[in-house]
């Protein structure tokens, strides 16, 4: 058979090797997100925060409880690395978080009750991460990303629950005593 019948294309023709090395085309999950390296950067100033809080409080459940909520931070960090964009750069976030642990410390000093100090703070930054997780899920993301985003964040709904659950029931033992 003669190549001037042939059907198919000669890989070796330049316009078809040109259509072969075309690039994919563009979508959300080709680009990292600014939005995502955003939330990593507050779950791990809240990974500190939580380092500290297992310090400073003698409770031994309220320890574990902060254990916990710690190491759900550390695998959602984990989890979302691949769709951070390394670049980024979160000064800022990190200063306020800084300043927020810094008060938390100082209070505590002062306070006669200084786990719930830490507690109150907690919950507040949990209320904020939500939020970013809420931040993210709103920007236009691969269906992985969204999912995964979906997952961590029903797990970070559920350590905020548990915070402020203890929250509330602390406060109740404090209104009981006094």
């Known amino acids: 058979m003669s190549s001037r019948h042939n059907i198919w294309p000669d890989p070796c023709n330049f316009p078809y090797r040109v259509l072969q090395q075309r690039e994919p085309a563009v979508s959300a999950a080709n680009y990292p997100s600014d939005n995502i390296s955003y939330l990593i950067n507050v ?9 500290d809080g297992i310090k400073a409080v003698s409770c031994d459940s309220t320890r574990a409880l902060f254990s916990r909520i710690l190491r759900e931070k550390q695998q959602a960090c984990t989890d ?3 769709y951070a964009n390394q670049q980024s750069d979160f000064t800022e976030t990190s200063l306020v978080i800084e300043a927020r642990k810094l008060y938390t410390h100082v209070v505590s000093k002062l306070s006669a ?7 109150d703070q907690l919950v ?3 209320s904020r991460v939500l939020k970013q997780f809420d931040d993210a899920l709103n920007e236009k993301q691969s269906q992985s990303c969204a999912q995964l985003l979906r997952k961590i964040r029903t797990r970070m709904q559920q350590c905020y629950d548990e915070l402020l ?4 029931a602390r406060t109740q033992l404090l209104k009981d005593r006094a």
């Open 43 to 51: 779950l791990q100033s809240g990974i500190s925060f939580y380092s």
């Open 80 to 82: 979302l690395m691949p």
């Open 113 to 119: 009750d200084s786990e719930q100090v830490f507690v």
């Open 124 to 126: 507040a930054l949990e």
């Open 165 to 168: 659950s203890l929250k509330q």
